[in-house]
């Protein structure tokens, strides 16, 4: 049995291991519980789709306990089951939508630029901190209407919750103290001053008793605020960094910029941050990939495996930016795919175009790139880059 600490060192090394060896594989997790890890693009595929595969927490029979977050946070899209999760999806969605995406495009750009004229002509910076971080905490905290004097480094916070240290336990509860107090206070501002916002629309919707519960509000703010800064940084700073490896395949992105959006489907598909999709458990024995699972057992879906399947992808190790933008499974799949793709595309289109055309000089600098020890997600905690 293989433990996380193989697939935190060097991650698409162990897949490419696990993959040949087994499409579905026991996996010991931290605390000694046993999870299915799932690797082959076909299984991942049909998994993501199933609904005999729950997110609801209360159908784990194995003994799985995971992040335990308080029901104000908890009752979020990622513990939820339809016809709770339908619901809520849609009243959210509307923030979403192909539209307000378009609506948002020119202020990100405006706030890309800004944050690379503050860069200066040439120099020496750490792209995650300067660039990619408060790019993203930007879009999200102005989709969600968060006051320019209530916004944070979030950095902090998702760091406990994505990658917890186990030599310091307390770091994740204040992490979680934090956030929900931070909540708490955002959402009784809104009360009082409505705006042209998502937390507004969302409070008005719990207001006219469209089905929305006091939790689920407060747990979509959360979701809404977490998710989409911790999963945009990492798509920006894992696509600079894959470029910046891959200096041939930069030269061509900049000399042709409107391969950008197949671009960053092929970054996504290489160097995506979710490492896994979120658990599932099995509502009754299953047979996946020629393999057994019981009934209430914890299922992990390897996005990441399943984007270097080579019985599905060519070459699946190599950046290839001419590469056909379809078929990876990044952003998920089914009724769980991700939320905002829409807008982590539009950032990371915006960011990446943005740093190639202002930036002709950028190149790794000596400093190493810093990744983020965790098996769930494949993120950089700073990538220094000189220009």
């Known amino acids: 049995m293989d433990t996380v600490d193989d697939l935190v060192r060097d991650p698409h090394r162990a897949y490419r291991h696990l993959r040949g060896t087994s499409p579905v594989h026991p996996v010991a997790g931290p605390d000694g519980t046993t999870a299915w890890l799932v690797t082959r693009y076909d299984d991942v595929r049909q998994a993501l789709s199933d609904p005999r595969f729950s997110l609801d927490k209360r159908n784990s029979t194995d003994g799985y306990t995971g992040f335990a977050l308080p029901p104000a946070l908890d009752a979020n899209l990622l513990t939820m089951d ?7 999806r849609r009243l959210v969605g509307r923030a979403f939508t192909p539209g307000r995406i378009q609506q948002l495009r020119g202020p ?38 968060v006051p320019d004097e209530h916004r944070v480094d979030f950095r902090g916070w998702t760091h406990a919750l994505v990658a917890p240290d186990p030599a310091r336990p307390a770091a994740t509860r204040d992490a979680v103290t934090a956030m929900l107090g931070f909540f708490t206070g ?29 939790d689920e509000l407060m747990s979509l703010a959360f979701l809404v605020l977490v ?7 990492h798509l920006i700073g894992n696509g600079m ?11 061509l992105l900049r000399e042709d910029p409107t391969r950008l959006p197949d671009a960053v489907e092929e970054l996504a598909r290489f160097e995506g941050p979710a490492l896994l999709a979120i658990r599932r458990f099995t509502t009754e024995d299953l047979v996946l990939g020629g393999v057994t699972v019981p009934a209430g057992q914890t ?3 390897s996005l990441a495996a399943a984007n270097r399947d080579p019985e599905r992808f060519d070459h699946p190790d190599r950046l290839d930016l001419g590469r056909e933008p379809t078929g990876h499974l990044a952003l998920g799949l089914g009724i769980h795919y991700c939320l905002g793709a829409a807008l982590a595309r539009a950032e990371a289109e915006i960011a990446l175009g943005t740093l190639l055309v202002r930036l002709p000089g950028l190149r790794p600098a000596d400093a190493e790139p ?16 000189s220009y």
């Open 108 to 145: 990100i750009q405006k706030k890309a630029g800004q944050l690379v004229d503050a860069l200066g002509e040439h120099g020496h910076t750490d792209l995650i901190a300067s660039y990619a971080a408060p790019l993203s905490i930007t879009v999200i905290c102005d989709l969600l209407g």
């Open 82 to 88: 339809p016809p709770d999760h339908t619901r809520v």
């Open 186 to 214: 955002l959402l009784a501002d809104k009360r009082r001053r409505p705006a042209d916002d998502l937390l507004s629309d969302l409070i008005r919707v719990r207001e006219a008793g469209d089905a929305l519960s006091e």
């Open 299 to 301: 299922v992990l879906l």
């Open 370 to 385: 810093r990744w983020r020890p965790s098996m769930r997600s494949r993120s950089l905690t700073a990538l220094p880059v």
């Open 241 to 251: 960094h894959s470029l910046l490896q891959h200096p041939e395949e930069m030269a």
């Open 227 to 233: 998710a989409g800064f911790e999963n945009t940084v």
